[in-house]
């Protein structure tokens, strides 16, 4: 079964935050506070945990409206997304100005070369590393005041009533098993997206690196 519910944010970003360090093995997020017409939004976005063994894959790139498809256009605030494409979904997998086309994953940075020639080609592969390198990758592009588009699961702070989008990250691929298996789906990806003073819009993506990147028609791992 997918995501309960799935959407996109669409709003100003205000501020961002990192978790304060801790020793207990917590997940640990960068956490961004959008404003939108309902109020402000809390969002966390997972970059793993300093204690974890799980390790986290991410990459940051960037697209034209076009080419990000119907979620650009949007006005400010919170929309629901059917998860189908055409809806303004996201899909790591199956996205065509999402997906690595060189079908190349890379255990550390690859020489700046090779990423120049990469993007060239409209490759955008992932990179592997510690919660301070996706940390360090995601946060140049959270200019406060610019134009946010978060995709994810929303929620409501039951003690606080505090708005907010969680599952910000990979939400299919989780092998069986799981505690997440029940939430795999296609086209309900979360994924961080500031709009650029040009128009476009640089894109950070994020997965555990035990999630998949080949999936079927229920989101579930694949050989």
Partial sequence: ?????????????YRHFRDDPDHQGRWFHVNLEVDAPSGRFHCAVDVDSHKSNVGVRWKVL???PLELGPAAALAPGYHDLAAAPGSGALDYLRHPFLVDHAG????????????E??????????????????????????????????????????????????????????????QWWDENGIWQDGATLTERP???????????STQAGHTDDDGHPVA
Avoid: C, K
């Avoid at 079964?1 to 944010?9: N, Q, T």
């Avoid at 994953?105 to 090779?114: D, E, G, H, I």
């Avoid at 996706?134 to 708005?163: C, K, M, S, Y």
């Avoid at 040009?198 to 555990?208: I, M, P, Q, S």
């Fill in 62 to 64: 960037t697209l034209s």
């Fill in 117 to 178: 020639l990469l993007e060239l080609l409209g490759s955008h592969p992932w990179q592997v590393g510690s919660y301070e390198d996706a940390t360090a990758a995601l946060e140049p592009i959270l200019v406060e005041g610019r134009r946010v588009l978060v995709f994810g699961e929303p929620f409501t702070d039951d003690d606080q009533g505090r708005q907010g989008m969680h599952n910000i990250h990979q939400n299919q691929g989780d092998p069986a098993g799981s």
């Fill in 198 to 208: 040009d128009g476009r819009y640089d894109v950070f993506l994020n997965a555990f």
């Fill in 104 to 115: 190349v994953v890379f255990q550390r940075r690859p020489p700046s070369w090779l990423q």
């Fill in 1 to 13: 079964m997918p995501l309960p519910s799935y959407g996109v944010l669409a709003g100003q970003l």
